[in-house]
Nanobody
Framework: QVQLVESGGGLVQPGGSLRLSCAASGRIFNIYAMGWYRQAPGKQRELVARITSGGSTNYADSVKGRFTISRDNAKNTIDLQMNSLNPEDTAVYYC???????????????WGQGTQVTVSS
């Protein structure tokens, strides 16, 4: 089993910044893509940013140029630096990891418990 622990959410004023972190631990054989998703009240969960094991990234159009995802393969961690936040960024942010737990295991998607980000004056 793989456990994900997220940190860094909170309340910030419009135009401000926050940094989210996620650490994966447990029975990990290999980690593939890692990413952040978010879900606002009444909306579906959506991809925010994703990074492959090779470092390739993709972002939602709404966050391009404002958010930056980074990854430390040695520590099994990812960070999401969020700048120029606006109220539309308010949501619960979830860490997601594609991982295997043994050489013969198939990839499985693991999710963190979520961390609240609120952008408000």
């Amino acid at each position: 089993q793989v456990q994900l622990v997220e940190s860094g959410g909170g309340l910030v004023q419009p135009g401000g910044s926050l940094r989210l972190s996620c650490a994966a631990s447990g029975r990990i054989f290999n980690i593939y893509a890692m990413g952040w998703y978010r879900q606002a009240p009444g909306k579906q969960r959506e991809l925010v940013a994703r990074i492959t094991s090779g470092g390739s990234t993709n972002y939602a159009d709404s966050v391009k140029g404002r958010f930056t995802i980074s990854r430390d393969n040695a520590k099994n961690t990812i960070d999401l630096q969020m700048n120029s936040l606006n109220p539309e960024d308010t949501a619960v942010y979830y860490c997601n990891v594609q991982a295997t737990t043994s050489p013969m295991a198939i990839k499985y998607n693991y999710w963190g418990q979520g961390t609240q980000v609120t952008v408000s004056s």
